[in-house]
C-alpha cells in the first residue's frame, strides 16, 4: 500500500516568495468568493508576470478562490494576496454577488431557529 507521503509535491518556490513576503490581502477574499477576469492574458501589460497570467487564464468566466486556487496548486491564503493585487491593479473583479461574508439576514435566521424550535 502506497504511502500518504509519496502524493506529496513541493513547491520549489516557497509561497511567501509569490506573495512578496506578505501574509495580508487588500481585499476580503474567501475561499467561495468569485473571480472574474477583466482583461485576457494576451492582452495583460507586459510587466504582469506568470503567476498573474495564470490566474487570467483560469478567470476567462467565473470562478472561485477555492477553485483556481487548485488549478494553481496554492493555497487560498497565498492567491489570496496573489489576487487582491490583480483587483487593485483592475485586471481582474470580484462579482458583486459572491460576497457571503454578509450572512443570511437575521428575518432568515429567525426563521430557521423557529422552525428547528418547532420539530
Do not use: F, W
Not at 13 to 42: C, D, E, K
Not at 50 to 55: F, N, P
Not at 71 to 95: C, E, K, N, T, Y
Amino acid at each position: 500500500m502506497p504511502d500518504a507521503a509519496d502524493d506529496y509535491v513541493d513547491h520549489p518556490i516557497r509561497s511567501y516568495v509569490r506573495t512578496g513576503g506578505r501574509a495580508r490581502p487588500t481585499h476580503r477574499l474567501t475561499p467561495a468568493t468569485l473571480l472574474l477576469g477583466h482583461t485576457s492574458p494576451a492582452a495583460a501589460p507586459a510587466e504582469v508576470g506568470r503567476q498573474e497570467r495564470e490566474v487570467l487564464s483560469q478567470c476567462l468566466g467565473v470562478i472561485s478562490m477555492a477553485e483556481m486556487a487548485v488549478h494553481l496548486g496554492q493555497p487560498v491564503s497565498v492567491l489570496a494576496v496573489i489576487a487582491s493585487d490583480m483587483i487593485d491593479a483592475g485586471l481582474i473583479g470580484v462579482r458583486p454577488d459572491s460576497d457571503t461574508a454578509a450572512g443570511p439576514s437575521r428575518e432568515t435566521l429567525q426563521k430557521v431557529l423557529h422552525a428547528l424550535n418547532h420539530l
